[in-house]
């Protein structure tokens, strides 16, 4: 089962219930209760509410997910991100190929890498207030004095008030590596900045993925010309349990609204790449879908 947020000119912003390609307006049957993901994400009863719900969404009345993924335009319905209040927070040095990258790009620092790595406590870090997140097809960017820019293509966890995994979606954390390498303290300034956050394109709910950590994570970069950066990789090779970046994410602090939690990436294209204007960039997870983004 999965949820989106979408736009209906007639409307504003709704969440849709997704079932065999079609997304039917959840918010209309029950406002109250499923009126938007922070209402959902603040419930303990999520599955319960959205489960109690499908079965009156108007299935006559809804639309083709596919005709929904389209950019944005006020006046046609569209995917938004699937985000409303919530926080995005990122993890880092997950995966043994971004321990790698960064020992290998950073002038002095590359140790303290090696180190998180290894350590009980993992890198957690601040990426995104809601207001800045881009949603499926919207522009990410390069920030203006980068002149080396990766997509970092995320497993993203949903994580209610209570701290529990209630789903998954995609994350793009978008990233100059350059302006990180030159010294890790300059790490916000290299994750947060216009368009450095994309999320979508839909939320698959927990319980209907029997082992996430099979999930496999594909990404492709294409221009004009063709595909210029393609990779994958597989959930079986993140070293940290999501349950444990949770617990660290959620020690002392809380999210009434709950929280999206990016579990950090193990594609990194080779040093001589870098985002450009007019690529797109699609990341896809088959359990959840393809999230993409032009570069501007
Ligand atoms: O340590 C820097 C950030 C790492 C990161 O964003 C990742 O591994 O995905
Ligand atoms: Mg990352």
């Known amino acids: 089962m999965q949820l989106c947020r979408f736009w209906r000119p007639d409307h504003g912003p709704c969440i849709g219930l997704v079932r065999d390609g079609m997304v039917y307006d959840l918010s209309k049957v029950d406002p109250e209760h499923c009126g938007s993901f922070s ?24 639309w083709r997910l596919a005709d929904l993924d389209i950019s944005p335009d006020l006046h046609k319905p569209h995917l938004l991100a699937p985000i409303t209040k ?7 040095v997950t995966y043994g190929r971004s321990r790698e990258a960064r020992m290998e790009e950073s002038s002095g620092g590359g140790s303290f890498y090696d180190k998180v790595y290894r350590a009980e406590r ?14 499926p097809n919207a522009p990410i960017r390069v920030r203006v004095d980068s002149k080396w820019t990766v997509p970092e293509p995320e497993l993203t966890l949903v994580i209610s008030a209570s701290g529990t995994i209630v789903g998954f979606t995609i994350g793009n954390d978008v990233s100059a590596r350059d302006v990180e390498s030159e010294n890790p303290l300059y790490l916000p300034q290299a994750k947060i900045y216009k368009g450095s956050c994309a999320i979508g394109p839909v939320v698959t709910l927990a319980h209907t993925i029997s082992d996430p950590y ?30 444990d970046l949770v617990s660290y994410l959620f020690r002392d602090l809380d999210f009434p609204h709950g929280v999206f939690l990016l579990t950090g990436t193990g594609i990194v294209p080779p040093d001589d790449f870098t985002l450009q204007h007019g690529d797109v960039v699609e990341i896809t997870v088959p359990e959840i879908g393809t999230l993409r983004n032009s570069v501007w």
């Open 122 to 135: 993992p890198e957690l870090c601040f990426k995104a207030m809601p207001g800045r997140v881009v949603g």
């Open 39 to 62: 209402v959902l994400l603040s419930a303990s009863d999520l599955v319960e509410r959205v489960g109690l719900n499908a079965t009156w969404v108007d299935t006559q009345g809804g």
């Open 86 to 92: 919530q926080e995005v927070w990122g993890a880092g």
């Open 214 to 243: 099979r999930m496999e994570i594909r990404l492709a970069v294409r221009d004009g010309a063709g595909v210029r950066f393609e990779g994958s990789t597989n959930l079986s090779r993140m070293k940290r349990r999501f349950e």
